[in-house]
């Protein structure tokens, strides 16, 4: 709030504010989006400029589209509480937080403060600092363009909490291929690089496989599976928890003309 730019012009009620730079290509369902819009009530869009109030299950034509709900519910922008939104690109990241907003009908003093940030690579992080009144009544998720694909997180129930983050991004590619197409000649064969990447990857059984079409009216489709076993990093416990190194004296000396 120090040093990002207001997203509103003046307080009110079912607003929509945009296109606003990302700074970066943002990827989302398959698009590339460089704008958003922020709406008063507690999401924001890639593409959408309603003022819609009405929470509902993701995905579904109930809510905009292409759509992220940080807590989408009917919420006001009091004055009195100096209730404000601001957006800022910090040259790793999009951020757009909510700072003293309260819920529609309920008491200006009962206030919520959140934000979404983000990352070029895709992924999404909602965090609420501080949230009050009653948090039942709202979703948090995503859902795409046609509205028929998204992730509900919540919805209408009791889930988000103060000092509480939510990540959402797509799962590492952990196997990929060297070469996409090719030709086989009769009798022949060619091998195919295949790599496997735990990267960022936690420890667990991952399941996948490679899907060959050919031309070869006996094998026009052949599936190979693979499977990646990865082990997590150990848990290092230590005893004690804390050291006492004492006190650090510095000195300091110059030589004075």
Same mark, same amino acid.
């Given at each position: 709030?120090?040093? +990002?730019?207001?997203? @509103?012009?003046?307080?009110? %009620?079912?607003?929509?504010?945009?296109?606003?730079?990302?700074?970066?290509?943002?990827?989302?369902?398959?698009?590339?989006?460089?704008?958003?819009?922020?709406?008063?009530?507690?999401? $924001?869009?890639?593409?959408?400029? =309603?003022?819609?109030?009405?929470? *509902?299950?993701?995905?579904?034509?109930? *809510?905009?589209?292409?759509? $992220?709900?940080?807590?989408? !519910? %009917?919420?006001?922008?009091?004055?009195?509480?100096?209730?404000?939104?601001?957006?800022?690109?910090? +040259?790793?990241? @999009?951020?757009?937080?909510?700072?003293? #907003?309260?819920?529609?009908?309920?008491?200006?003093?009962?206030?919520?403060n @959140?934000?979404?940030?983000?990352?070029? =690579?895709?992924?999404?992080?909602?965090?609420?600092?501080?949230? =009050?009144?009653?948090?039942?009544?709202?979703? #948090?998720?995503?859902?795409?363009?046609?509205?028929? !694909?998204?992730?509900?997180?919540?919805?209408?129930? *009791?889930?988000?909490? !103060?000092?509480? *983050?939510?990540?959402?991004?797509?799962?590492?590619d952990?196997? =990929?291929?060297?070469? /996409?197409?090719?030709?086989?000649?009769?009798?022949?064969?060619?091998?195919?690089? #295949?790599?496997?990447?735990?990267?960022?990857?936690?420890?667990?059984?991952?399941?996948?496989?490679?899907?060959?079409?050919?031309? !070869?009216?006996?094998?026009? $489709?052949?599936?190979?599976?693979?499977?990646?076993?990865?082990?997590?990093?150990?848990?290092? /416990? /230590?005893?004690?928890?804390?050291?006492?190194?004492?006190?650090? @004296?510095?000195?300091?000396?110059?030589t004075?003309?």
């Open positions: 709030s120090t040093i +990002g730019t207001p997203v @509103f012009a003046a307080y009110g %009620d079912d607003r929509n504010e945009g296109p606003i730079p990302i700074g970066f290509d943002f990827p989302f369902y398959g698009e590339t989006f460089n704008t958003l819009n922020v709406c008063t009530n507690g999401w $924001l869009s890639f593409t959408s400029t =309603s003022t819609d109030l009405s929470n *509902a299950l993701l995905p579904g034509t109930g *809510a905009p589209e292409n759509l $992220l709900a940080v807590f989408h !519910d %009917d919420l006001r922008f009091y004055g009195a509480n100096n209730a404000k939104a601001y957006y800022l690109n910090d +040259g790793a990241r @999009f951020i757009v937080q909510y700072e003293n #907003v309260s819920k529609y009908g309920q008491s200006s003093t009962i206030l919520m @959140f934000e979404v940030i983000l990352y070029p =690579s895709g992924k999404i992080v909602y965090q609420y600092l501080s949230m =009050s009144g009653t948090l039942t009544s709202a979703t #948090v998720g995503i859902q795409n363009a046609t509205r028929d !694909d998204g992730l509900t997180i919540a919805y209408n129930q *009791a889930y988000v909490h !103060d000092e509480m *983050a939510i990540a959402i991004q797509a799962a590492p952990w196997l =990929s291929v060297g070469v /996409a197409s090719g030709t086989v000649p009769p009798g022949g064969s060619v091998d195919i690089p #295949v790599e496997f990447n735990a990267t960022e990857l936690i420890g667990g059984l991952y399941e996948g496989g490679l899907r060959v079409t050919t031309n !070869d009216p006996a094998a026009a $489709l052949v599936d190979i599976p693979a499977t990646l076993d990865v082990t997590g990093f150990p848990g290092i /416990a /230590a005893d004690p928890q804390s050291l006492d190194f004492g006190t650090v @004296f510095i000195g300091v000396s110059s004075l003309p």
